[in-house]
């Protein structure tokens, strides 16, 4: 339970269908730094806690602040210190919701975990469970969750994801919890809004200036400030050609102190290689039977899905090609695969390389 | 092109077959065991977390309840009408039992809020004071880093390199204070030295009449200030009183009611008041008194003393029939901190390869109150700062656990700690 409206009500609709005794609550501190937003404030914790209370449940708040720091934030760092750009969200999900929380709950005794997560699961007839977008397609969470597998899926419960935003919020009203209005959170949760992403890095990175290079002709276009916060594919601050046309950026390279920037078509790829694959039902998933195999790609939480084509690269990585190029996909950002028959099915995940 | 996913369910890959991952055949249903929830009663409960609080005793409750609202008792001590009168009596009649008891004169009693405030008040009024006394000039502090947070944090937040730092002394693996550290720490331009009289966490008794001849000898201008918030209920207070310039106690931690602590200020030594107002308390502490907790504060510990002895024998075997149980039926479980060093009531225990974050919820769910590190705002709880102070790695420290018995523990509840601990620890570790 962040505090948020969303595990709120999930929090609600498993006391209604299990009843109170069988549900307990449970919010993680996952950063020990000031934070303002997501579920690491103490204010977000009497939320949680006062929610709980009025739905009759035991609530615990778990310290996950050493696991998150090492398996979330300092990655987080070190990937941008490298030219990478890592989803915490996608990671905090892989290692600490869906991982360590998993273990804490098993060893206290429970069977499942739910999330307030807008996304669904179903389990077909012989026990295979499927991870499917949520009913609201503004809200459907379904691309940080696309890592998981059947074992986790198992012992995992959205009790939203099948509601709309406003349902949730029309729920948590009707209920008269304190959460019902509360407003959505943003970014990410360990990043302050009034140091942005920017100034966290900063202050934990030393930031170096490097030199813009234009993507075709190679000649050096001049200074670019802290290139450890530039992200492939960023338009921002890269101005307009000679065209007039705007700039993108199409390679970073931290070590060198390189920023490759050129026209829009360059700046797109025809495809993307992903390492750490993960299918969601792995049993079922004929990727290195076939050849070849057609599925959907999304590239961002809220990215338009587009068509692809993936196969087991030679270096046993997946090669992902678009359909039509698609603007570059940063290196450590997460790709999640759908199902062509059946799109809101996900497929599986891999971290573009 | 073929689609990704087949229906058929054909090649499957070694290693993941259907069913359900690691174990879930071998569980049981988890809602029959929670059965012990918020509101239901009856069931065993055996409280092991008497240093974080303690019940208030029936002479504290009994003396307190004329002062809330008795006819002409529940007067503001601060007025010259018969019930301010009645309620300043009631309060010179508290200190005087209270500075009795603990070894000082009258006027050296200053109520507060909490031990956390008294600590407060010690560390920034002395700062304050000697700022105006020195002119301003400069020189650091010195506290343990097993110091609890009121103290702690309080130094850090104050001890600026404006006036020279903060100086937190390590201890030794025993839990106690290393006094070649503090000698070390202790330069002749130190104004404050704070050491605590009892560990809160270990139970440790800490050498203060050679932390107070190491201070007076190295530091000579130094205020030196014991937290005795944990030494209270367990400790002759006159000898320790008699070794420090500030002293702090708590009376929550003595059967007393929350919200109400003391700072014994010796005779002579200047203090800088902090909550600014009405002047009370000598202008040493602005604010209405809280009549009622003092007067409960003061019955509480003149009980607490009249049967220390008894207690103390009585608790103390408690305490070691609970930590030698323990220690005779559990494998890989060891004492933190040297039991013979310790107050009766504290056993600190460390269980290898168990997360105490765990262990305190299905201890909880069977019956017990114990506690782990220290509680934080949120509830969560942290590595404790005093097992990492004591050398202790970070997973040591996050496997420690604290079992505290007071003035209500019987035989039943350690019978009670000896049937669950066991299955509990088996349980987290498989």
């Not at chain 1, 959170?185 to 930031?207: A, N, T, W, Y």
């Not at chain 2, 008041?273 to 003061?298: D, L, Y």
Request: aromatic letters at 4%; hydrophobic letters at 40%.
């Amino acid at each position: 339970m962040s505090g948020g409206v969303d595990s709120s009500v999930a929090a609600a609709l498993l006391v209604e269908e299990l009843g109170r005794d069988r549900v307990v609550g449970a919010t993680l501190k996952l950063w020990g730094g000031s934070s303002d937003s997501g579920c690491c404030s103490v204010a977000d914790v009497e939320d949680a806690r006062r929610v709980a209370d009025q739905l009759g449940m035991v609530h615990h708040v778990f310290n996950f602040t050493a696991e998150f720091e090492a398996r979330v934030v300092n990655p987080y760092i070190e990937g941008h210190a490298t030219g990478r750009t890592p989803n915490p969200c996608i990671e905090c999900n892989r290692h600490l919701k869906f991982d360590r929380l998993f273990d804490r709950a098993w060893s206290l005794g429970f069977d499942a975990v739910a999330t307030g997560h807008h996304a669904r699961r179903t389990t077909t007839e012989d026990g295979r469970h499927r991870l499917i977008r949520g009913a609201d397609p503004l809200k459907d969470q379904s691309y940080v969750l696309a890592m998981l597998g059947q074992e986790q899926l198992a012992r995992s419960r959205f009790p939203v994801g099948r509601l709309t935003k406003a349902e949730v919020r029309q729920e948590a009203a009707r209920l008269g919890l304190r959460t019902a209005t509360k407003p959505d959170s943003q970014d990410v949760c360990f990043i302050r809004s009034d140091e942005g992403k920017d100034g966290f890095l900063g202050d934990r990175l030393p930031l170096h200036d490097g030199r813009l290079i234009d993507d075709a002709t190679g000649e050096d276009l001049g200074p670019v400030p802290a290139v450890e916060l530039v992200t492939v594919g960023q338009r921002r601050g890269m101005g307009h050609g000679l065209d007039g046309r705007r700039r993108y950026v199409t390679a970073v390279d931290v070590p060198a102190r390189r920023v490759r920037i050129g026209t829009p078509e360059a700046a797109n790829a025809p495809g993307v290689e992903l390492h750490t694959v993960t299918w969601i039902d792995e049993d079922r998933t004929r990727v290195g039977e076939l050849p070849e195999c057609s599925a959907i790609a999304q590239c961002s939480a809220h990215g338009r899905p587009v068509a692809c084509t993936v196969r087991r690269s030679e270096t046993g990585r997946l090669a992902v090609t678009f359909a039509t190029a698609q603007r570059r996909i940063a290196p450590g950002q997460t790709v999640a695969l759908y199902d062509p028959a059946n799109p809101d099915v996900v497929i599986g995940s891999g971290i573009a390389a | 092109m073929k689609p990704l996913i087949s229906k058929s369910g054909k090649g499957v890959m070694p290693g993941a077959g259907p069913g359900p991952g690691r174990g879930h055949s071998a569980r049981q249903t988890a809602g029959a065991r929670f059965g012990v929830r918020l509101g239901q009663t009856g069931a065993m409960r055996a409280y092991l977390d008497h240093a974080a609080t303690t019940p208030m005793r029936p002479e504290a409750v009994e003396a307190m309840l004329p002062y809330l609202s008795g006819p002409g008792m529940f007067g503001n001590p601060s007025g010259s009408h018969h019930e301010s009168r009645r309620a300043r009596l009631a309060v010179d009649d508290a200190r005087e039992q209270i500075a009795g008891i603990l070894g000082a004169d009258l006027g050296e009693v200053v109520f507060t809020g909490s031990g956390t405030e008294a600590d407060n008040l010690a560390i920034i009024g002395t700062l304050g004071a000697r700022a105006v006394s020195t002119g301003g000039r400069a020189g650091p502090i010195v506290c343990t880093a097993m110091e609890h947070h009121a103290v702690l944090n309080t130094c850090r937040a104050v001890a600026g390199p404006g006036i020279g730092g903060l100086r937190e002394v390590r201890s030794d693996k025993s839990g106690m204070v290393d006094l070649d550290s503090l000698a070390e720490a202790c330069t002749p331009d130190v104004r404050l030295v704070s050491v605590m009289a009892v560990n809160n966490e270990i139970g440790t008794v800490q050498p203060l009449d050679d932390v107070s001849r190491l201070v007076r000898t190295l530091a000579p201008d130094a205020v030196l200030h014991t937290d005795a918030v944990q030494a209270a209920p367990w400790l002759d207070m006159p000898p320790i009183t008699a070794t420090v310039d500030l002293l702090s106690v708590s009376a929550h931690k003595f059967g007393g009611p929350k919200g109400v602590g003391a700072l014994v200020v010796r005779n002579g030594v200047p203090i800088e008041e902090v909550i600014h107002g009405g002047g009370q308390e000598r202008e040493r502490r602005s604010g209405t008194h809280n009549v009622a907790g003092i007067v409960a504060m003061a019955a509480a510990l003149s009980a607490t003393v009249a049967e220390r002895a008894d207690t103390t024998t009585r608790v103390t075997r408690l305490r070691d029939r609970l930590v030698e149980g323990l220690l005779a039926s559990i494998a890989g479980i060891r004492e933190i901190g040297d039991r013979m060093g310790k107050v009766p009531g504290h056993a600190h225990l460390q269980f290898a390869g168990v997360e105490s974050e765990a262990m305190v919820v299905l201890l909880d769910e069977a019956g017990v109150a114990a506690s782990a590190g220290a509680a934080c705002s949120s509830g969560a709880v942290e590595p404790s700062h005093v097992l990492l102070a004591m050398g202790l790695d970070k997973e040591a420290a996050g496997s420690g656990l604290r079992f505290s018995l007071g003035t209500t523990s019987t035989d039943a509840d350690v019978d009670h700690v000896l049937a669950v601990v066991p299955g509990v620890v088996a349980r987290l570790r498989n």
